[in-house]
């Protein structure tokens, strides 16, 4: 969802009133989406904002401490592109979207410029499974992969950096989530190195004793004043 609070709430505007406003084909595919999402959600549509039509409501808090409200399936039916909102991220989403059709992608929103051009059985289970993730309670990641899809989007590029680093210094390292973020394991003993992901910076810990490898993260920690920077053996915002 966008992060403006004056879209992620609801109004009073009736959805048929504000789709008699977008053109013939926009309307004729957003009535096809809103049986979609009524028939997965069992909620009607709802006008959020000017332009997102929403079914449900959940409650989201950031680490930030910003909070507010959202739907939990939602769309807008834009003039350039249909545009379905995702607040989860695609990470989990690979396969479905490699078998989508034709689409572009952001943080949080999938495009489309057509829905002809999208296959409806994929989409709808893509609709159902984020729909799911909304409905079901926050859970601690209990595998890499799972801790992975928790990294804010935004960390992301650093935090992969951060792991080919690791792997390639490690190579004979398990992966494994140790502590509640990423360890890398010896053969024998407990794991003796961590990254970790959040949404205004990446960290290793701890900080490497050797030289070569203080060079190697040199380019990371370059970044530690900028969005998303790098950090070793900190978990304190970056300024």
Do not use: N
């Not at 159902?128 to 993730?133: K, N, P, R």
Request: hydrophobic share 35%; charged share 25%; with cysteine.
């Amino acid at each position: 969802m966008p992060g403006d609070d004056a879209v992620t709430r609801p109004t009073s505007v009736p959805v048929q009133e504000f789709l008699d406003t977008v053109p013939e084909r926009r309307r004729r595919e957003a009535a096809q989406l809103i049986a979609m999402m009524r028939d997965i959600t069992g909620a009607e549509p709802t006008m959020w904002g000017p332009s997102i039509i929403g079914f449900g409501s959940q409650h989201y808090r950031y680490d930030t401490g910003r909070e507010g409200d959202m739907p939990r399936l939602s769309f807008s039916p834009r003039k350039a592109t249909l545009t379905i909102y995702f607040s989860e991220g695609f990470d989990r989403y690979g396969d479905h979207l490699a078998r989508l059709g034709k689409h572009r992608s952001s943080v949080s929103c999938l495009y489309l410029t057509k829905l002809d051009d999208a296959d409806l059985g994929v989409l709808r289970d893509l609709l159902e499974a984020s729909y799911s993730l909304a409905e079901a309670p926050p859970t601690k990641p209990s595998t890499v992969d799972e801790y992975v899809a928790t990294v804010p989007p935004v960390a992301r590029p650093k935090f992969d950096e951060l792991r080919r680093l690791v792997r390639d210094t490690l190579p004979q390292a398990d992966e494994v989530l140790s502590y509640g973020i990423v360890g890398y394991k010896p053969v024998t003993g407990r794991a003796r190195v961590f990254v970790s992901g959040w949404r205004d910076h990446v960290a290793m810990y701890p900080i490497p004793a050797q030289p070569d490898l203080q060079a190697d993260l040199a380019p990371l920690m370059s970044a530690a004043r900028e969005p998303c920077g790098s950090r070793s053996m900190s978990r304190s915002p970056v300024p």
